[in-house]
């Protein structure tokens, strides 16, 4: 994607409290252009339009090889329709509604026991996130 692309991205999805920095999308956009396989993202919104440009739908993929899914998990039903509206319906990203529970350490996290994801998924947000916080200082909002 190109930096005016990412940009409007970055400044459009409406929610500028928990949306990505323009620098995390350029980030996530080089990262989802140098890579293969699955992706699971934690929370709907800027970073999945820019997975959603980079997941090719399928009857679009020549080489089996390059067959990737993206699954986006979602708590609240609000963004997940939102981002529902967002993403090619034909495409292979596919945005989950599931609750968030309680966990031992008093957070809440996502409850995935009712949910389809791939065993070889490759990157998960988190993991990206970590990766990019040992290069800048990004403060995790979500």
Same mark, same amino acid.
């Given at each position: 994607?190109?930096?005016?692309?990412?940009?409007?991205?970055?400044?459009?999805?409406?929610?500028?409290?928990?949306?990505?920095?323009?620098?995390?999308?350029?980030?996530?956009?080089?990262?989802?252009?140098?890579?293969?396989?699955?992706?699971?993202?934690?929370?709907?919104?800027?970073?999945?339009?820019?997975?959603?440009?980079?997941?090719?739908?399928?009857?679009?993929?020549?080489?089996?090889?390059?067959?990737?899914?993206?699954?986006?998990?979602?708590?609240?039903?609000?963004?997940?329709?939102?981002?529902?509206?967002?993403?090619?319906?034909?495409? &292979?990203?596919?945005?989950? =509604?599931?609750? @968030?529970?309680?966990?031992?350490?008093?957070? /809440?996290? +996502?409850? #995935?026991?009712?949910?389809?994801?791939?065993? &070889?998924?490759?990157?998960? =947000?988190?993991? @990206?996130?970590?990766?990019?916080?040992?290069? /800048?200082? +990004?403060? #995790?909002?979500?």
């Amino acid at each position: 994607m190109n930096k005016a692309e990412l940009l409007r991205i970055s400044v459009s999805w409406g929610n500028r409290d928990f949306a990505a920095p323009y620098d995390f999308l350029r980030e996530l956009d080089w990262y989802m252009g140098h890579t293969t396989g699955h992706v699971v993202e934690c929370g709907s919104g800027a970073t999945t339009l820019v997975i959603n440009a980079h997941i090719r739908c399928p009857d679009k993929i020549r080489d089996l090889s390059k067959y990737r899914e993206a699954h986006i998990l979602e708590s609240d039903p609000e963004w997940h329709r939102l981002i529902s509206e967002k993403i090619d319906p034909q495409s &292979t990203v596919i945005p989950h =509604l599931v609750p @968030l529970i309680d966990q031992p350490d008093g957070s /809440k996290w +996502y409850d #995935v026991s009712n949910t389809y994801i791939p065993k &070889t998924t490759e990157l998960n =947000l988190l993991n @990206l996130l970590r990766l990019l916080r040992l290069r /800048k200082n +990004y403060t #995790v909002i979500k």
